[in-house]
């Protein structure tokens, strides 16, 4: 069974930098496209983040956000810089296959994490 695991979140001033990790067991994430998507309270969950063989971001976090992978480690990267109170959501990580649905699209994504909380505050 697949399993993703979220870590590093956590509370940060804005203009501040955090990095998440999302581990994965139970598939090789060199083989899917991989995404961070984030849920703020009462708003419906975005995408922030993908890569297949290209990487693509929400105009919102393009410039200061960049997600990268450790192959080795079977582990994906949010880096996340220039942090602003509007990024404050939960942050999960998700992976599937391509040719479902758009990359940006939660339903092209089979497994996710259970997510991580990320605060700025102002």
């Known amino acids: 069974q697949v399993q993703l695991v979220e870590s590093g979140g956590g509370l940060v001033q804005a203009g501040g930098s955090l990095r998440l990790s999302c581990a994965a067991s139970?598939?090789?994430?060199?083989?899917?496209?991989v995404g961070w998507f984030r849920q703020a309270p009462g708003k419906e969950r975005e995408f922030v983040a993908g890569?297949?063989?290209?990487?693509y971001y929400a105009d919102s976090v393009k410039g200061r956000f960049t997600i990268s992978r450790d192959n080795a480690k079977n582990t994906v990267y949010l880096q996340m810089n220039s942090l602003k109170p509007e990024d404050t959501a939960v942050y999960y990580c998700?992976?599937?296959?391509?040719?479902?649905?758009?990359?940006?699209?939660?339903?092209?994504?089979?497994?996710w994490g259970q997510g991580t909380q990320v605060t700025v505050s102002s």
């Open positions: 139970g598939r090789t994430f060199s083989f899917y496209a």
């Open positions: 890569s297949t063989g290209t990487r």
């Open positions: 998700a992976s599937g296959r391509l040719g479902i649905a758009p990359m940006t699209s939660s339903r092209l994504y089979d497994s």
